[in-house]
């Protein structure tokens, strides 16, 4: 996910895979606005995701191998030069945890950052190259969350 601020209704865009609903390219292309989504394919995870930034252009894709992509939606989204970048993960059920695994997260241009924050009494944590699981799922964790200095981004992922 790449958002504008880490405010509730920022300007975002954000490439999601699900076990059960596949590929989905999902952003709100203006602070406060409504947001859309663009389903791809519906293939089950494990899958590579990418989202893509050249200036305000977004570029939200999928591939089985992180070699050969697929395009699922490209949209205009104007955010900011310096941006947050960071991995979402949710189970969508309160009674079930959330586990997941990051294979790989990269950049070009001036990235900062760090970690997220330990996590709470009881969980893992999880984080940037590892794997963890959320206390319920709901709330929301980023695994790893990147300012970006740069006009252009590139995060991958494997789900």
């Known amino acids: 996910m790449i958002r504008e601020t880490l405010n509730a209704n920022a300007a975002n865009a ?3 895979q699900s076990r059960s609903n596949g590929a989905t390219f999902q952003r709100r292309v203006t ?6 989504s663009t389903a791809g394919a519906a293939v ?3 899958t590579w995701v990418r989202l893509q930034r050249a200036g305000n252009l977004f570029t939200a894709s999928t591939s089985p191998d992180g070699i050969n992509w697929t ?9 900011a030069a310096t941006v947050q970048v960071g991995i979402a ?18 950049g070009s241009g001036g ?5 997220s924050p330990p996590p709470p009494a009881g969980g893992d944590g999880g984080g940037g190259g590892g794997g963890g699981c959320g206390l319920t799922g709901l709330e929301f964790p980023a695994l790893l969350l990147l300012r ?7 995060l991958s ?3």
Do not use: E, Y
């Open 111 to 115: 990235w900062a950052g760090a970690a």
């Open 89 to 106: 993960v949710t189970s969508h059920n309160g009674a079930m945890l959330n586990c997941a695994t990051v294979d790989s997260i990269g």
């Open 71 to 79: 395009v699922v939606g490209t949209d205009t989204v104007t955010m």
């Open 157 to 159: 992922r494997k789900a």
């Open 14 to 16: 954000f490439m999601a």
């Open 148 to 154: 970006r200095t740069r006009r252009q981004a590139r």
């Open 44 to 46: 089950g995870a494990p």
């Open 31 to 36: 602070a406060g606005g409504v947001t859309t």
